[in-house]
């Protein structure tokens, strides 16, 4: 898979410090309700330490992968009521013969944030952690709701409707204020969402594809939605950059 960088430089309208790859350019964040854009790059290219999240506005951060650094997993648990299974670094695709088989994955951290991996966390553990969300955040089951039906283009009625319908597949867990949110992949899991025009272009732009093959391009989409700003945003993943980097054994 192939980014349309000529159009995403020019979109994106700020330029880069010189140590970053564009060619390492891993996924691309575009918000559907003010048109920004966020693009994340690899900074490690041997190791897939760390990824570097860039802002239109000139910021810069890390978001370090979990598997990579030293995490207090007790600090999220405190933070979320204490009664959940976290574990840092697992891989995905688990069975029930691995350790830790049922626990919610820390997959990485970013300053104050902590990105959870759920989709295949035990159903005790994954509804436990949506109930201590909610909870924290002070968001109506309801609106939880609203917001993760919206994402899947499917009715969801109650926390266990998510885990059936692998509706929700990570949520980022912010220690510092209420802007936490939840992350779907509504194509990879049988799901759906509902594209508006102006996404469609802008997605059909940077692929530099036909409409016809687009939907090959965004099979992996994330879609995902913030509760404290209320903000849509879908993020494209190249799973073609794996060939780019170095094998670290």
């Not at 559907?32 to 000139?58: A, P, R």
């Not at 036909?210 to 945003?233: A, C, D, P």
């Amino acid at each position: 898979m192939a980014y349309n960088l000529p159009f995403i430089k020019k979109v994106f309208n700020c330029t880069l410090p010189d140590y970053i790859n564009w060619e390492l350019l891993y996924n691309i964040g575009y918000c559907l309700d003010n048109e920004s854009m966020k693009l994340y790059i690899v900074g490690d290219k041997k190791y897939f330490y760390f990824i570097y999240k860039c802002s239109q506005d000139g910021k810069i951060t890390k978001q370090f992968n979990a598997s990579k650094v030293e995490v207090d997993i007790e600090q999220i648990n405190s933070y979320l009521g204490g009664k959940l299974k976290f574990s840092a670094g697992l891989r995905f695709g688990r069975n029930k013969a691995d350790k830790n088989y049922d626990h919610l994955i820390i997959d990485t951290l970013e300053e104050d944030n902590y990105y959870v991996y759920c989709e295949e966390s035990s159903f005790e553990q994954t509804i436990r952690f949506f109930e201590a969300l909610a909870l924290k955040y002070s968001v109506k089951a309801e609106d939880f709701f609203r917001v993760v039906s919206e994402l899947n283009s499917r009715t969801i009625s109650c926390f266990s409707d998510i885990y059936d319908y692998k509706a929700v597949s990570m949520v980022k867990v912010t220690l510092r204020d209420n802007n936490f949110k939840i992350y779907a992949r509504p194509y990879k899991n049988g799901n759906n969402y509902v594209l508006t025009e102006k996404a469609k272009e802008f997605l059909l732009k940077l692929y530099d594809c036909s409409r016809e093959k687009l939907k090959n391009h965004i099979m992996n989409l994330w879609v995902s939605y913030n509760f404290g700003k209320k903000q849509t945003t879908i993020s494209t993943q190249n799973d073609g950059i794996n060939r780019l980097l170095e094998p670290s054994g």
